[in-house]
Each structure stands twice: as C-alpha cells, then as structure tokens.
C-alpha cells in the first residue's frame, strides 16, 4: 500500500488514497448508524462551529461561506500539512481520512447542523446523490497532488523521541505540471461540490421553515 500512495504517477496515489478513505468511511458509516445516538456530533466540529445552525439569505451567500470554510481546510491542513512528513508520509494525507470519519459519523447519526428530516441516513448509494464524498475526493487529489512538498520530516518513534529535521535540498523537488494541473482539478471539484451542498442546504432550510 506505500507504494501505491506514494507512486510516482498521479492518478495511482489518487486512486489509492480515495480507496482508502472510501473503506474508512463506510466502516465508520455503518458503525455509527449502528451504534451512536443521533446528533451526536451535532454542534461539536469546528467546521459545524464556523457554518452555524441557520442556512443563509440566498444559494451565492451559502455556497460562499461553505467555499470559504473548505477552501481554508484544504489550504491550511491539506496542502500546508503537507510540507510536514512522518515515516514517509506527507501529513496532509491524514485530512481526508479525518474527513471521511467525521462525514461518515454525520450521516449515520444525522449530525448536521440543519438535520436531515428524514433522520440517521443507513449506508446504501443515496449518499452519491450528496456533496460530502465529491469534497473528500477533491482533499484526496490537492493531497496527492502535493505529495512531494515535505520540507521537514518527523523523527522518533516515541512522544519524548520525537523532533522535527529539515529536509534536506537534495531530497526536495518542486511540483511537476500535472501536479499543478491536478490541485488546480481539485480546487474545481470542491467549488462544484460545494455549489451542490448550498443548494440542497438553502433548499431544505426553506422547506423546513415554510418559505
């Protein structure tokens, strides 16, 4: 599996990684409906914390406070992340498999912050027709994307081990085209993304609110 998600072509790190994270996350999806209570991370998530509970005024309002909030995920923790690395691994790898977790406990226990009326979402392909896998997915490729951006390098195996070493110049490269290619893919994926999760969200508020 390392060498498939640290591969030289693109295509194969992405296809790794986003395999992973997709096993992760219908693990973790069928758990939490199986086992949690609903809502149980309801307003206890950053991401929750910034969107607040209430849809705003207009679709171009929503879609741009949700853009910004995943925009800001994918440049501070994944591509900035990324300039960190642990036993090989660029850091910024460790965010979709986050995000799939956290996506996967919402939907199974209905944690958004404007619920879906019809309760905890069991597993099954109606997912596809929502936004939040098409978001890990464009994490996925800006994270492969910038793989080889590692400039400091964690070392030691234990916490009291631990300590951070620069990189050295030889072992560094800069980022080829279809890799500026592929980020500039991912930013596109993630704003359409998101465009389809305002939509829904304005219109389900103002269903939910009679307007």
Not at 132 to 160: D, F, H, M, Q
Request: hydrophobic share 50%; proline share 5%; with cysteine.
């Amino acid at each position: 599996m390392r060498h498939l998600l640290l591969h030289r072509t693109l295509y194969v790190r992405f296809l790794s990684l986003y395999t992973l994270c997709t096993a992760v996350f219908l693990m973790a999806w069928a758990m939490s409906y199986l086992m949690l209570p609903e809502g149980v991370l309801r307003g206890r998530t950053g991401a929750q914390l910034l969107a607040g509970n209430e849809a705003a005024d207009s679709f171009l309002a929503e879609w741009l406070r949700i853009a910004a909030i995943n925009l800001t995920v994918g440049t501070l923790f994944v591509v900035g992340l990324n300039f960190l690395r642990s036993h090989g691994y660029p850091m910024g790898y460790a965010i979709p498999l986050a995000w799939a977790i956290l996506y996967a406990i919402s939907l199974g226990t209905n944690s958004f912050t404007i619920p879906l009326p019809e309760g905890k979402m069991p597993p099954s392909l109606a997912v596809l027709g929502r936004s939040g896998l098409y978001e890990i997915g464009a994490y996925v490729l800006a994270a492969v994307a910038t793989y080889s951006l590692p400039r400091y390098e964690i070392k030691g195996r234990w916490p009291r081990e631990r300590r951070i070493e620069s990189i050295s110049p030889a072992d560094r490269r800069a980022l080829t085209k279809s890799e500026w290619v592929g980020l500039g893919i991912a930013v596109i994926i993630l704003l359409i993304a998101n465009a389809w999760e305002a939509y829904q969200i304005v219109a389900q508020y103002a269903i939910g609110s009679g307007t």
